[in-house]
């Protein structure tokens, strides 16, 4: 707060970590200007409202595609404005809305105070019409992975003209052996991989051992999976250490998890 005090900007962009698109906010940034408003909030029109978009937020818009009403999605409607949590607000505004959250209670949010805002002010709306997923569960993490193994689908979230930047993590490329068969799927550098994986997503220094079949699973960074195993509609999480004959299967609505640095 003393950094933004203390800094002579006009607008504050605020981005949610949990919601995974792609948005030029200069472009959302500019329809603030234009609107006048104080606070421009991004949204989505989405048909999946009543199983995906848990807990966030559901805009009422009017025909000047200003926020008039703000509720919780309850998932009784398919068809929603759903908010992406992502706004573009005037620094004095932003500054005046923690004041009040602060005042009102210390478990009181800056999407309450939005929403409690909505009833007397003009907030502006901005419709984001690109990919987007809010993972913000198990069942959304695992949809999401399994979604964006479809090359179609990862193309309208990772576009060549709109690159994506992340850490770089330099190792040798991942090795196959005679007896590997690879379908569908997206693995990273410096696995060894003796098994079979078929529409799977494999993190960085994975090892997959003879017989083992891996499939519509998610298996991350450094775990280790021995011979035999058959892994089905499993989430593997780091440091994971599979030694014996083990079967593990779940469902597309209930994956199985297995917490970071286990060993079974």
């Known amino acids: 707060m003393r950094h933004i005090e203390n800094e002579l900007?006009?607008?504050?962009?605020?981005?949610?970590?949990?919601?995974l698109c792609s948005i030029n906010y200069q472009d959302v940034i500019n329809s603030h200007v234009a609107s006048g408003a104080?606070?421009?909030?991004?949204?989505?029109?989405?048909?999946?409202?009543?199983?995906?978009?848990?807990?966030?937020?559901?805009?009422?818009?009017?025909?000047?595609k200003e926020v008039v009403g703000i509720e919780r999605n309850r998932g009784n409607r398919k068809n929603r404005s759903v908010s992406l949590e992502s706004?573009?607000?005037?620094?004095?505004?932003?500054?005046?809305?923690?004041?009040?959250a602060l005042k009102e209670s210390a478990i009181y949010t800056l999407k309450d105070v939005i929403a409690d805002l909505a009833e007397d002010t003009v907030i502006n709306a901005y419709q984001y019409k690109g990919y987007?997923?809010?993972?913000?569960s198990l069942n959304n993490y695992y949809d999401t992975t399994m979604e964006l193994i479809d090359y179609d689908t990862a193309r309208t979230l990772i576009k060549k003209d709109w690159p994506i930047y992340t850490q770089t993590n330099?190792?040798?490329p991942s090795l196959y052996t005679k007896d590997a068969h690879i379908?569908?799927?997206?693995?990273?550098?410096g696995c060894e991989i003796e098994g079979t994986v078929e529409h799977s997503v494999i993190g960085r220094n994975v090892k997959i051992g003879k017989g083992t079949v891996i499939r519509n699973s998610v298996v991350m960074a450094d775990s280790k999976i021995g011979a035999n195993v058959h892994l089905d509609n499993v989430v593997v999480d780091k440091d994971v250490i599979i030694k014996h004959a083990v079967e593990l299967e779940g469902t597309e609505d209930n994956p199985v998890y297995i917490d970071r640095g286990d060993h079974l």
């Open 9 to 19: 900007v006009d607008y504050i962009v605020i981005a949610p970590a949990h919601v």
């Open 38 to 64: 104080p606070l421009t909030i991004v949204y989505k029109n989405v048909n999946d409202a009543n199983v995906n978009y848990e807990d966030s937020q559901c805009l009422t818009l009017n025909e000047r």
């Open 87 to 100: 706004y573009v607000i005037n620094r004095e505004t932003f500054l005046s809305l923690v004041e009040t």
């Open 132 to 136: 987007a997923s809010c993972i913000n």
């Open 170 to 172: 330099d190792s040798v």
């Open 183 to 189: 379908r569908k799927s997206v693995v990273s550098n």
